[in-house]
Structures are given as structure tokens and as C-alpha cells.
T-cell receptor, first 113, second 116 residues
Framework: AQKVTQAQTEISVVEKEDVTLDCVYE???????LFWYKQPPSGELVFLIR??????QNEISGRYSWNFQKSTSSFNFTITASQVVDSAVYFC??????????FGTGTSLTVIP | DAGVTQSPTHLIKTRGQHVTLRCSPI?????VSWYQQVLGQGPQFIFQ???????GRGNFPDRFSARQFPNYSSELNVNALLLGDSALYLC???????????????FGPGTRLTVT
């Protein structure tokens, strides 16, 4: 069975603070892919990153960084120097070698100016 | 290039009615997936279609059906609507069938369905 848990329902930070969004996953597959999506108030999910289970190297893209740790089944997402435009709901998702994506329940991030 | 488009944007139906939602994928994308997103929850997978064939089905009743056309656009049909079917219905397209590598999916803006 595949499952994604995002324990943080809502987070509020003041602009320019760093924030980490947690994602814990469960799967019995040895090959799987993890994703992060952003859903702004407009509603359209925006793809942020995809990582496969064989690549545990951390990734940085501008103010965004991702920490993948197989030992703890976690794929956490950090936003550095947060901005108001980062306010959105963020979803972590898992897909193995099947044809389904399993999404977490999302973390609503509010960045206060 | 145009992104994934969905129609209609909003829809209000009465219990027991039938609804058809439409989706046009990004040009060149052959895979279309449908998701249901209830308020405050993550998207729940309903169907995936690739090359007009159903390649995956989530845990939804038979009232939900879909199809994909030769131009790769897709329709989601829901019969005998229930109040609990009220949700945002998202369509996503990707370059290829998920198996073996699930490519990133690109989502449309969704159709907001309200059942009264």
C-alpha cells in the first residue's frame, strides 16, 4: 500500500523566515518516485520537483530545497527567505511503478508580510 | 504552448443527475488522469487513460466512468450524483504512461462541481 502523510496542516511564517514542510511516505516498492506540487489560491496544481528512490542527493533550486532520506522515509521541502507569493497549499505525492499518484493531505502555508 | 484545459469551470447539479466533465491535455501528451479533490484534502486518483485505454482506476464506484478520444482529450462522467460528489475535479496530463516511470503530471485548473 502507498501512503503519504503531511502532518502539518497549516503553517504561518513571517516573510523572510525559512520554513520546512514535512512529508513522510509509505511504500513496499523499491522503485518509486516522490513529487511536490504547489496549489495557489487559483487552484491549479503546479509541479515543483520529482525524485526517484535511487537518488538521495539533496536538491536546491533557488530558494527551494528538498531533503530526501530513505532511512526515515521522508522527503521534506524547505523554502528559504519565504515570500508572500509562497503562500499556497503544498502537496507531497508518491508514485511507484503503477499508474497512480498518491497525494498527502497538504500543508497550507501562509507567509505574513 | 497551452496548458491543460478543462470545462466547464463551475457546475451546479442536483442529486441523481448526470454530469460530464471535459479535459484537453497539453499538446503531445498522451496520458490523462482524473482526480477528485474534496475541500481540505489532497487529490484522490480516479482514472488514468493512455492511448484511449484505461490504465488505472482508483477506489471509486461504478457511477464514475471516463474515456479518452483519438485526439487524447478526455471526458469524466458521473451518474446518479450524490451530495458527496461535490468537489474540485482535476485533470492532469503527462508525456507518457506512468509505468515504468511516472512522469510529472501537469494539472488543469479543475472543474468545481456542486451537488445540491
Amino acid at each position: 500500500a502507498q501512503k503519504v502523510t503531511q502532518a502539518q496542516t497549516e503553517i504561518s511564517v513571517v516573510e523572510k523566515e525559512d520554513v520546512t514542510l514535512d512529508c513522510v511516505y509509505e511504500t513496499r516498492d523499491t522503485t518509486y518516485y516522490l513529487f511536490w506540487y504547489k496549489q495557489p489560491p487559483s487552484g491549479e496544481l503546479v509541479f515543483l520537483i520529482r525524485r526517484n528512490s535511487f537518488d538521495e542527493q539533496n536538491e536546491i533550486s533557488g530558494r527551494y530545497s528538498w531533503n530526501f532520506q530513505k532511512s526515515t522515509s521522508s522527503f521534506n521541502f524547505t523554502i528559504t527567505a519565504s515570500q508572500v507569493v509562497d503562500s499556497a497549499v503544498y502537496f507531497c505525492a508518491l508514485s511507484a511503478t503503477g499508474n497512480q499518484f498518491y497525494f498527502g493531505t497538504g500543508t497550507s502555508l501562509t507567509v505574513i508580510p | 504552448d497551452a496548458g491543460v484545459t478543462q470545462s466547464p469551470t463551475h457546475l451546479i447539479k442536483t442529486r441523481g443527475q448526470h454530469v460530464t466533465l471535459r479535459c484537453s491535455p497539453i499538446s503531445g501528451h498522451k496520458s490523462v488522469s482524473w482526480y477528485q479533490q474534496v475541500l481540505g484534502q489532497g487529490p484522490q486518483f480516479i482514472f488514468q487513460y493512455y492511448e484511449k485505454e484505461e490504465r488505472g482506476r482508483g477506489n471509486f464506484p461504478d457511477r464514475f466512468s471516463a474515456r479518452q478520444f483519438p485526439n487524447y482529450s478526455s471526458e469524466l462522467n458521473v451518474n446518479a450524483l450524490l451530495l458527496g460528489d461535490s468537489a474540485l475535479y482535476l485533470c492532469a496530463s503527462s508525456r507518457s504512461q506512468a509505468n515504468p516511470i511516472p512522469y510529472e503530471q501537469y494539472f488543469g485548473p479543475g472543474t468545481r462541481l456542486t451537488v445540491t
